[in-house]
């Protein structure tokens, strides 16, 4: 007797947040089932239309809209950013330069020369 494998599935969220984009800008067809792994590997691989017009144009989800704008999604809190933003949006803040989103790179770029500098440190100690 030969046992058929279950195909495993996850929700439209988990899936969104995989793909990168905005749930509840997905089509609702897309919202309301499930995602199998083939199905999301064959999104990432050919993505359709929807899919390339959200990457390109959003709204984006927060995570997205933080690393475009090269701060942390709490500097985008901070900042008063709260909500899903496209393109065009981020665009706009980005030239405007407001003074919390020069801070927040400041800030962002400091964590990363620390993590560099802990990385260091911690490899030195492993070959000593």
Do not use: C
Not at 33 to 42: D, I, N
Not at 59 to 66: D, E, L
Not at 77 to 85: F, I, P
Not at 99 to 111: C, G, I, M
Request: a positive charge; hydrophobic letters at 40%; zero cysteines.
């Amino acid at each position: 007797m030969k046992s058929q494998a279950s195909t495993q599935t996850m929700k439209a969220a988990t899936a969104a947040k995989k793909l990168g984009v905005y749930l509840p800008a997905t089509p609702a067809e897309f919202q309301e089932g499930a995602v199998s792994r083939a199905e999301l590997s064959e999104l990432q691989a050919n993505p359709p239309v929807w899919l390339r017009t959200l990457r390109e144009t959003g709204p984006h989800p927060r995570p997205v809209v933080a690393a475009k704008l090269g701060v942390s999604i709490a500097g985008l809190a901070r900042g008063g950013v709260s909500e899903a933003l496209t393109t065009e949006q981020i665009e706009a803040i980005k030239d405007a330069k407001p003074e919390w989103l020069e801070k927040e790179r400041a800030v962002q770029a400091e964590v990363r020369k620390e993590t560099v500098r802990i990385k260091k440190r911690d490899a030195e100690r492993t070959e000593s």
